[in-house]
């Protein structure tokens, strides 16, 4: 059981780099954290949490990572950093050695990120909480809102073809969705809080349903309905 009075009353920022996909999970951990008492910080308001979400899909986008870490932690001294996503997954080492970063989570750990945020006291070091890409299974159901009435649906994610120019099947495991079911329900959460358009969205979604026995052809004629 995770204590959350530790949360209350707390501001955290969010900085998303790469893919709809990663915006639709930055949504998502925004939420958790919401519900454990944290506010999102306003504009030029110290955060006491910093989340940034990577991507790794080449090498300037590595750069561009550290690069958006060193400034969140010039622009907010003293907030818990944690860093997650693709590029945490492929270079934990790397990314706890930057200052200022206190926690490291994976592509199997960022959907739980409350039980590694602790007392959010600052690490003297940075600590990596990583799985091996055969060992990331799990699929997290994530829903972000790109404007006022569009939204972004994680329905897929992974990739089995494992391209020998890309990091993907690497950085975020097999290929994996959860249910027509499921996604229906979302999106049904999504048109009740004022959407007016759902964008699909995952690594491959042409493989959706490999894990669930179902098609992508099915989830569409769902969604339809």
């Known amino acids: 059981m995770i204590d959350t009075t530790v949360f209350q009353n707390k501001t955290a920022v969010y900085y998303t780099l790469g893919c709809k996909l990663n915006f639709s999970e930055t949504s998502t951990i925004g939420k958790i954290l919401r519900e454990a008492g944290v506010?999102?910080?306003?504009?030029?308001?110290?955060?006491?949490?910093?989340?940034?979400?990577?991507?790794?899909?080449?090498?300037?986008?590595?750069?561009?990572?550290?690069?958006?870490?060193?400034?969140?932690?010039?622009?907010?001294?003293?907030a818990f950093v944690v860093v997650t996503g693709c590029y945490?997954?492929?270079?934990?080492?790397d990314v706890a050695k930057i200052k200022g970063v206190d926690v490291v989570l994976g592509a199997?750990?960022?959907g739980d990120l409350l039980q590694y945020l602790g007392d959010l006291h600052k690490h003297e070091e940075g600590e990596?909480?990583?799985?091996?890409?055969?060992?990331?299974?799990?699929?997290?159901?994530?829903?972000?809102?790109?404007?006022?009435?569009?939204?972004?649906?994680?329905?897929?994610?992974?990739?089995?073809?494992?391209?020998?120019y890309c990091t993907i099947p690497f950085a975020r495991g097999r290929s994996r969705n959860g249910t027509?079911?499921?996604?229906?329900?979302?999106?049904?959460?999504?048109?009740?809080?004022?959407?007016?358009?759902?964008v699909l969205t995952g690594v491959n979604i042409g493989d959706f349903g490999k894990t669930t026995g179902e098609t992508f052809f099915d989830l569409v004629k769902a969604l339809d309905q």
């Not at 997290?140 to 939204?151: A, I, K, L, N, V």
Request: proline share 3%.
């Open 39 to 78: 506010r999102t910080a306003r504009k030029g308001e110290k955060a006491d949490i910093c989340v940034v979400n990577t991507c790794s899909v080449t090498e300037m986008a590595d750069k561009k990572c550290r690069q958006a870490i060193h400034r969140l932690v010039k622009q907010h001294p003293g």
């Open 128 to 164: 990596a909480f990583t799985t091996t890409t055969k060992d990331i299974r799990s699929f997290s159901p994530s829903c972000s809102r790109g404007d006022r009435t569009r939204f972004f649906l994680k329905v897929q994610d992974g990739c089995d073809y494992f391209c020998s």
């Open 180 to 198: 027509v079911a499921s996604m229906v329900e979302q999106a049904r959460q999504a048109a009740a809080e004022g959407g007016k358009e759902i």
């Open 88 to 93: 945490a997954q492929l270079k934990p080492g």
């Open 108 to 110: 199997e750990q960022k």
